[in-house]
């Protein structure tokens, strides 16, 4: 089951852009881990591309929303963190691909 939750939440997640990259933010990199707890509460630790970025407000919450949608997930635990900091190394060879940054 945790798998098959696991995975929906991933799916989710690939439904928010980052709005200045057309890559979702899981092909970025930007998520970190993602944590299955008990009782329905996922752990979530994600970056953005800089700490300057122009919707550090919103896309976490936009994250959030997202994960909620999930069927089994009853509470987000966000965690924005800087360290380490996001680089290109860590877009997935999709989104390196979708960008020409090979």
Same mark, same amino acid.
């Given at each position: 089951?945790?798998? #098959?939750?696991?995975?929906? %939440?991933?799916?989710? /997640?690939?439904?928010?852009?980052? *709005?200045?990259?057309?890559?979702?933010?899981? !092909?970025?990199?930007?998520?970190?881990?993602?944590?299955?707890?008990? #009782?329905?509460?996922?752990? %979530?630790?994600?970056? /953005?591309?800089?700490?300057?970025? *122009?919707?550090?407000?919103?896309?976490?919450? !936009?994250?959030?929303?997202?994960?909620?949608?999930?069927?089994?997930?009853?509470?987000?635990?966000?965690?924005?963190?800087?360290?380490?900091?996001?680089?290109?190394?860590?877009?997935?060879?999709?989104?390196?691909?979708?960008?020409?940054?090979?």
């Amino acid at each position: 089951m945790s798998d #098959n939750l696991e995975q929906l %939440i991933i799916e989710a /997640l690939k439904t928010v852009y980052d *709005p200045e990259i057309p890559v979702d933010i899981y !092909e970025l990199g930007l998520i970190y881990n993602i944590d299955l707890r008990q #009782n329905g509460v996922v752990g %979530i630790t994600m970056t /953005l591309t800089s700490p300057m970025c *122009p919707v550090a407000e919103s896309l976490p919450m !936009e994250v959030q929303q997202k994960v909620m949608e999930v069927a089994g997930v009853e509470e987000v635990d966000l965690q924005v963190v800087f360290d380490p900091p996001w680089n290109k190394e860590m877009m997935s060879e999709e989104a390196r691909f979708n960008l020409d940054m090979f």
